[in-house]
């Protein structure tokens, strides 16, 4: 078992954000969340978190709700990489990383040796080990998003939240972080705004629209131009790449569609 959303509805400012949105990923799979702005992305992503609760349904974790467990005990298990963080601390890359160890250490001890296998590791995984003794302040927008997503590693967790992590990262480390998560071998959820690289690098795809699931399955099964026109009013062509498990839609955006 492991981390899901069970018809999970919520509300703000009296308007209905999510309405009824179940989410079960397999365990080990990387699940792509797909949907333009404003389609509850994000909120869903907080729920699984246990950042927010939801208005009606549940979240579980191993079969028990997210609510009857407590924050430590979720974050073990769960990590979450948000759009935008920042500091006012004086904090180098090294500092922010091992933050990801805290769930696993008592209060004030020091680092164990599997605390700073942890972190290495993570560095490594990220491409910053010869940028751990940088201050967070002198980062770049795609640095500090990497060095919190060697944050969410160092915690070693079983299951991954990431929302929109590819935004100001260059193509190359797009493509490296992705790879990297598919690599993994945790339940990985993952907001993205690129239809190419979700199916690229996606076992499965949820398709968001106006807070309801509007298509679920493999990329081959969901990225189809009828729903790409249909959810994001735009006219695009698709292809395949070629067959067998490699096989993937490529997508061709050809423009709005005029009544949009």
Same mark, same amino acid.
């Given at each position: 078992?492991?981390?899901?959303?069970?018809?999970?509805?919520?509300?703000?400012?009296?308007?209905?954000?999510?309405?009824?949105?179940?989410?079960?990923?397999?365990?080990?799979?990387?699940?792509?969340?797909?949907?333009?702005?404003?389609?509850?992305?994000?909120?869903?992503?907080?729920?699984?978190?246990?950042?927010?609760?939801?208005?009606?349904?549940?979240?579980?974790?191993?079969?028990?709700?997210?609510?009857?467990?407590?924050?430590?005990?979720?974050?073990?298990?769960?990590?979450?990489?948000?759009?935008?963080?920042?500091?006012?601390?004086?904090?180098?890359?090294?500092?922010?990383?091992?933050?990801?160890?805290?769930?696993?250490?008592?209060?004030?001890?020091?680092?164990?040796?599997?605390?700073?296998?942890?972190?290495?590791?993570?560095?490594?995984?990220?491409?910053?080990?010869?940028? #751990?003794?940088?201050?967070?302040?002198?980062?770049?927008?795609?640095?500090?998003?990497?060095?919190?997503?060697?944050?969410?590693?160092?915690?070693?967790?079983?299951?991954?939240?990431?929302?929109?992590?590819?935004?100001?990262?260059?193509?190359?480390?797009?493509?490296?972080?992705? #790879?990297?998560? #598919?690599?993994?071998?945790?339940?990985?959820?993952?907001?993205?705004?690129?239809?190419?690289?979700?199916?690229?690098?996606?076992?499965?795809?949820?398709?968001?629209?106006?807070?309801?699931?509007?298509?679920?399955?493999?990329?081959?099964?969901?990225?189809?131009?009828?729903?790409?026109?249909?959810?994001?009013?735009?006219?695009?062509?698709?292809?395949?790449?070629?067959?067998?498990?490699?096989?993937?839609?490529?997508?061709?955006?050809?423009?709005?569609?005029?009544?949009?």
């Amino acid at each position: 078992m492991t981390l899901g959303a069970h018809r999970v509805s919520r509300t703000a400012a009296g308007r209905l954000i999510l309405d009824g949105v179940d989410l079960t990923p397999l365990p080990g799979s990387f699940t792509g969340l797909l949907g333009p702005n404003g389609s509850g992305k994000s909120t869903l992503l907080r729920l699984l978190a246990g950042v927010l609760a939801p208005a009606s349904g549940v979240v579980t974790l191993d079969g028990h709700p997210l609510g009857d467990l407590g924050r430590r005990a979720v974050a073990r298990r769960v990590a979450v990489v948000e759009q935008q963080v920042d500091t006012q601390l004086d904090l180098t890359v090294l500092d922010v990383v091992r933050l990801g160890r805290i769930p696993h250490r008592r209060a004030w001890s020091p680092p164990t040796p599997a605390d700073e296998r942890a972190v290495r590791t993570a560095l490594e995984r990220t491409d910053l080990t010869d940028k #751990a003794d940088r201050s967070w302040h002198t980062l770049s927008g795609g640095e500090r998003q990497r060095v919190q997503i060697a944050r969410a590693l160092a915690q070693e967790p079983r299951e991954l939240l990431l929302d929109e992590p590819t935004n100001h990262l260059d193509i190359q480390h797009q493509l490296d972080l992705l #790879a990297l998560i #598919a690599e993994l071998r945790v339940t990985s959820v993952v907001a993205l705004h690129d239809l190419n690289l979700a199916a690229m690098y996606c076992d499965r795809i949820v398709v968001l629209g106006q807070g309801r699931v509007v298509a679920c399955g493999t990329p081959a099964e969901t990225l189809t131009e009828a729903l790409i026109a249909d959810v994001y009013g735009v006219r695009a062509t698709v292809t395949r790449t070629g067959e067998g498990p490699g096989d993937h839609p490529h997508i061709r955006f050809l423009g709005t569609l005029p009544d949009r």
